[in-house]
């Protein structure tokens, strides 16, 4: 008992020295309390009652709604994250709309269809990438990330060697893979490989042999989509090692190729 009654002793003589300011005493006159005549108990008891008859409805939507948009500063990735601010702008606008604050009602209300836009941009992308990982080897979803360029025969898009800063998708024309040979048609992504190189480096040279649209994305900005959804960062890890495969393949095929009239001609000579 003493240790509790030496504290409560301590507590009332900060009281009374704060008091004894100006401003704290305004503060508790407008709480309700005498200034002179001011205790732990007292002032305890009385914010409790401020509490307790502030409890309306309006204002356990805003509690709540508060929450909620407390909660968004704790999460890491964007879906989460969405779906809090999007519960906390529907508590929020309603809080707004039980205390008549026109502005807080429209506020909270305009924000939800914002996020409710964004949120399912986010989910579509994730699907299409992991239906992309189940054999629809496109980059298409990628289109509203990304920006337009243009490109006339004989351009050269980048070469080997060069620092790589940014990934194309092919829209229109043709654009040749010099070192392999191989043409690539619209609906294909060059310069992906540069992303996941250690020192983000070219791995081959590309030219534009007729004149076409691809559109760009650069690497910062993939970053910044897998950081916000590492689901999404999976799927394209995924989908970018089966195109590193499937260019395994072809250059074996390349080599086979080459391999055969070299055998069959040594045979002829022996």
Excluded: H
Aim: neutral net charge; aromatic residues 10%; proline residues 4%.
């Amino acid at each position: 008992m003493e240790p509790s009654a030496d504290l409560s002793t301590i507590l009332n003589r900060i009281l009374d020295t704060a008091a004894d300011n100006l401003r704290v005493a305004k503060i508790l006159i407008q709480l309700g309390l005498d200034p002179n005549n001011i205790t732990f108990d007292a002032l305890f008891n009385r914010l409790i009652e401020i509490v307790l008859a502030n409890i309306t409805l309006a204002n356990m939507f805003g509690l709540v709604g508060a929450i909620f948009f407390v909660a968004t500063l704790l999460m890491q990735t964007m879906v989460p994250l969405r779906v809090a601010n999007m519960a906390g702008c529907a508590f929020l606008a309603t809080f707004g709309a039980l205390t008549g604050s026109v502005a807080t009602f429209l506020y909270y209300l305009l924000l939800l269809p914002i996020n409710a836009v964004r949120l399912r941009q986010m989910l579509k992308l994730v699907k299409k990438a992991r239906n992309a990982t189940q054999g629809d080897m496109s980059m298409e979803w990628l289109k509203p990330f990304m920006t337009e360029r243009r490109y006339r025969q004989g351009d050269i898009l980048f070469k080997k060697g060069d620092a790589a800063t940014e990934m194309f998708l092919t829209v229109t024309g043709k654009f040749l893979v010099k070192e392999i040979g191989v043409e690539l048609p619209p609906g294909r992504i060059m310069g992906e490989f540069g992303f996941l190189t250690p020192n983000n480096r070219r791995t081959g040279a590309v030219e534009c042999i007729e004149d076409g649209q691809v559109l760009t994305i650069t690497y910062e900005r993939l970053l910044e989509i897998y950081f916000q959804n590492p689901q999404f960062g999976y799927y394209f890890l995924v989908l970018t090692s089966r195109r590193l495969l499937e260019n395994i393949s072809r250059l074996e095929g390349i080599i086979a190729q080459t391999a055969g009239p070299q055998a069959a001609a040594s045979s002829d000579i022996a």
